[in-house]
């Protein structure tokens, strides 16, 4: 038994306890269902299932293979497809990001597998290709198991050859493999460490880093692409301005005047930007601080790879209350694996950038040792 795994088709099965879940944790976290009335989205291809061509026979017992929407796809050959939705909130988001160019190797292959199969009527695609696809609505979201392609939005290979590019794990874990960079974790978390002292504050040297990740803009900018925009319906991800601060829909009149190139705009100023980053600061010191309560034992590395992650994902992001709770439970490598394995996507689209920040702050939440 100990080397068997548990099927993942009982747990992603179309209106099952993965299904149930995303939906629990959607409606929860927002007043109004974020699907509610949407049955379309955009969605990458991945790769072409065999056989090339399909038949009605072979997609006979397929659920959720009715008629597309579209009438003019109802003709023609049938040829299946692993896609992946783009959209934002992907209902694929709980999913692995795989890479789709010139990936052959058995993992990458299970993970473009576990993806929705896309039929379409007369239309080829290439990996990297953007389709609109139509899904069946279900009591708790989507069957994900199939669906139909309703038209091609764009050939877009080279655009997704820079997000899904086929990267070795050592690319993200600083040239070591996952087993090399786990082991130095742990190696980390033998050395006897300082425990923090109540009120727990974001120390000097985790600001500094933060302010490296986040880097500095005085204009509102689209955290997706790092660019300056004139306008807040341009924004592909979301509006951000100074240190990585999030503008919400409240603020946006308030930052109007910090818009690229628009008539009257100004840019923030400096003692602006660094008042804005203390407010976010202090703030977020007072949420992870309400998740550890002050009964936590834990160093000055561990608290301030912690905020950082959190400052990116928001406190209330499960992630870190899972890390907030493997804190407290003294559980140190645990803790650091949930922050490794933690968001690395941006509306559904995978970002190295983002990978590589969850590796560079597990390595900071061990390099202080283990509180004595």
Known sequence: MGNELYPLEALTISGGPMDALAAATRKGATKNDVYEGKDQFIAVILKSVSPTELTQGNIAGIVGTSKPADPNNSQGAIHGFKIRIISADSPHAFLPEPCFEGGTD????????????????????SPGDEVQVQLEKTDFSYNLDSCWIIGPISANQDNYRADLSCLSAKDFFGGKTIAEFNSDIKSSLTKPGTPMVWPYKFGSDGRSALIGSEGKKDHVYDDDTGDFVTRYEDVKGYPTIGYGHLITEEEKNKYKRNLWQQPGSVPLTDKEIDELYKADINSREAQLNSLLGEKSVLTQEMYDATFSMGYNTGFGATV????????????????ATHISNGPDTSKGVFKPALKRRRQKEADEFASGGTPA
């Open 106 to 125: 058995a993992i990458n292959n299970i993970i473009k597998d576990m993806h929705t199969l896309a039929l379409s009527r007369g239309g080829t695609y």
């Open 320 to 335: 870190i209350k899972r890390v907030a709770a493997s804190i407290k439970n003294k559980d140190y490598f645990a803790a």
